[in-house]
């Protein structure tokens, strides 16, 4: 069962998961083999923490999937910096009987990009992997605005908006999660830029935040 504590969705495992998001088996069976292939590609490569492999469906699982009810109707994602696929790919699996759905990655690290190739076949999830620079995507990508940007861990907000910035067309949302800084990141990232903003708890870190952002554009100099 899942259950509330101090505000918080506790996940204990993929029984927990499912009803706090309400997915089918299918994508369990799913998730579940994405737990199994993290567990056995971190024994040679460094996707995670080892300490959160234990509590990889609240850690990471539910931690990823929190966003998905902020942009339910998107259909194009694009997620910065995709790692070991969070929230990207955790997104990608819950979305995949979405009609037209696809999730876009990008990810420098050739292994990690492996990893998540390795994922999203064996689990069938409708993603395109980019084994890029984030800087180097709009070159390659010219055409690509997704109705949401993601990113988790990967820079402070004025970073992430600079990289953002190339693919935000009109209606683009971007969803960050962040974490103890977050107020922080938000007042420097207004020095050089304008954007609507709407603060969202986490569902699995009493310290951490979601940004919601539109209507960004680069404040003029």
Known sequence: MSARHKGLTLIEGPESFAEAFNVPHETILGLRRYADLLAHWQRSIN??????????????????????????????????????????????LLQAQVPDFRMHMVESNRKKCAFLAEVARATQTPVDIHAMRIEDLPEKAQSLRPDVVSARALAPLPRLLELAEP???EGTRGLFLKGRETEAEIEAAQAGWDFEF????????????????TGLRRRAS
């Open 47 to 92: 996707l995670v923490a080892p300490s959160t492999l234990p509590a990889v469906w609240s850690r990471h699982f539910a931690d990823s999937a929190q966003l998905r009810s902020l942009a339910p109707d998107a259909r194009l994602w694009l997620d910065l910096g995709s790692g070991a696929g969070f929230p990207g790919l955790v997104i990608a």
């Open 167 to 169: 693919f935000v067309g």
């Open 198 to 213: 709407r603060l969202h708890p986490s569902l699995t870190d009493e310290h951490a935040r979601i940004v919601e952002l």
